[in-house]
């Protein structure tokens, strides 16, 4: 005899502790007298223990989850290490020395930068994997640029660069820093571009490479830009200079 | 001041720096074999998971911020649910994180566990091949009833928990895991004794 079909759904939310005690009491009434849900009942349970099996959940490979505890990505290091060095070097400024006040300005930004830097990489990586690279996958920057709307705070230029080489291939959200940025990509040869742009404190122009990646960072109009390639660092110049002369904003010293 | 314009900045990294990264470790990293468990049904690949747990940790650390008065939990399987999408739309089973290259180490601890395992007592080796039946059984599942059925019954969440993972309404959480269930009851269990549909099956 088979459960009644309007119970099944019911009898599943019992075994799952979801009914509130009203609703508990009256499905067990109904199994008392019914067979066929009382069977399906101990179906359900017999599932459930079978599924309680010891070894049927995986167990995570040993030292997985210690190494991902310890990625870069994961830490605050770059900057608690900075406040580790600003508590030691208070004595310092209370003897007032000029010397550390200059090194509490100089290395805090320095570790600032590199940790942005190596986000900015990890996210490039990231953006290669197969069908990570762009939410709006498009070559025409009028959905490009539209596609952001609504989706961040500002409106990142979205010139078209074909031309010179630079093809565009879309656009998506990422993060860097906690804040969400636009990435927009282009194609170099058969190599990408991310330009990473968010909002925030400028950043100042710096071409830093990290992990063999060139990057080209520069701030205009109260946005920052970050573009990170495997070109060349002067290809990458030379896509910062075009991007900057096409988006209408001034080209040249970053 | 010399650095009045970074004072700004480095309170506020000072504040949920070291603090948020503390804060993940004691609210999320919990949650890493649930996590991971449920990345290893959904790909059924073991070295994809992998990869698709690193990925989902990076990215919820990353968004960290913006998670309020929600359940860390379901929060953390819904983007590991996404990495795995992710990781498997594209070319299948092919990706592979560059970003951090442990891959030798890995690959070592990989052979080790495909080894036979020392001289275990035979109960031992029966349960073994139990779970192993039942894990062919749950990723035999189509993928609705598999994610449904790794969600409540290995990983006991919630249904509304379940409904924010998967994103579909709690009606549907239900009937999918009653789907899953008759389905895997057929798989496992010997037919009803009353059951006149399922003995003509077999």
């Not at chain 1, 167990?59 to 406040?83: K, M, T, V, Y």
Request: glycine share 8%; net charge negative; charged share 25%.
């Amino acid at each position: 005899m088979p459960a009644c079909e309007d119970q099944v759904l019911t009898l599943g939310a019992l075994v799952d502790g979801e009914l509130d005690a009203a609703n508990s009491a009256l499905v067990e009434a109904h199994v008392a007298r019914c067979d066929g849900c009382r069977e399906e009942l101990e179906r359900l349970q017999a599932v459930r223990n079978l599924l309680r099996i010891d070894g049927v959940r995986h167990r995570s490979p040993a030292g997985l989850q210690a190494r991902i505890a310890a990625l870069p990505e994961l830490s605050a290091r770059s900057s608690s290490d900075r406040s580790r060095m600003v508590r030691w070097l208070a004595p310092g400024i209370v003897g007032a020395l000029a010397a550390s006040l200059a090194m509490v300005a100089f290395v805090g930004p320095l570790q600032q930068q590199s940790a942005l830097d190596s986000q900015l990489v990890s996210s490039h990586v990231r953006s290669l994997q197969p069908g990570h690279l762009t939410d709006v996958q498009t070559t025409n920057q009028h959905i490009v640029k539209p596609w952001f709307n609504g989706k961040i705070d500002f409106a990142p230029p979205v010139p078209e660069l074909a031309d010179q080489g630079f093809p565009l291939a879309g656009g998506r959200l990422d993060s860097i820093e906690g804040k969400t940025v636009a990435a927009i990509v282009y194609h170099r040869r058969l190599h990408t571009v991310n330009l990473f742009v968010w909002r925030g404190a400028a950043i100042g122009g710096r071409r830093p490479v990290e992990d063999g990646f060139a990057i080209d960072e520069w701030s205009e109009d109260g946005l920052n830009f970050a573009a990170v390639s495997d070109i060349p660092a002067q290809e990458l110049r030379q896509f910062e200079g075009l991007y900057r002369s096409r988006a209408g904003l001034r080209p040249g010293a970053g | 001041m010399l650095f009045s314009g970074r004072s700004g900045r480095g309170t506020a990294s000072a504040s949920h720096g070291p603090g948020r990264a503390n804060e993940f470790r004691r609210l999320v990293l919990p949650h890493f074999d649930g996590a991971y468990n449920f990345a290893r049904y959904l790909t059924r690949d073991p070295v994809l998971s992998d990869d698709v747990v690193q990925d989902a940790f990076v990215r919820a650390f990353r968004s960290f911020d913006q998670v309020r008065g929600t359940s860390y939990r379901a929060w953390l399987f819904a983007i590991v649910r996404n990495c795995c999408r992710t990781a498997q739309s594209g070319s299948s089973g092919k990706l592979r994180l560059v970003h951090e290259s442990a891959l030798s180490s890995d690959d070592a601890r990989r052979v080790e566990e495909q080894a036979d395992p020392a001289p275990s007592p035979e109960d031992e080796l029966v349960r073994r091949s139990d779970a192993e039946t039942l894990h062919q059984a749950i990723e035999a599942l189509p993928e609705p009833f598999r994610e449904a059925i790794v969600l409540r019954e290995l990983e006991e969440l919630s249904y509304a928990e379940i409904a924010q993972v998967t994103g579909v309404p709690i009606g549907t959480v239900m009937s999918r895991l009653s789907r899953g269930r008759s389905i895997l009851a057929q798989l496992l269990l010997p037919p009803s004794e009353n059951s006149d549909a399922e003995r003509s099956v077999k």
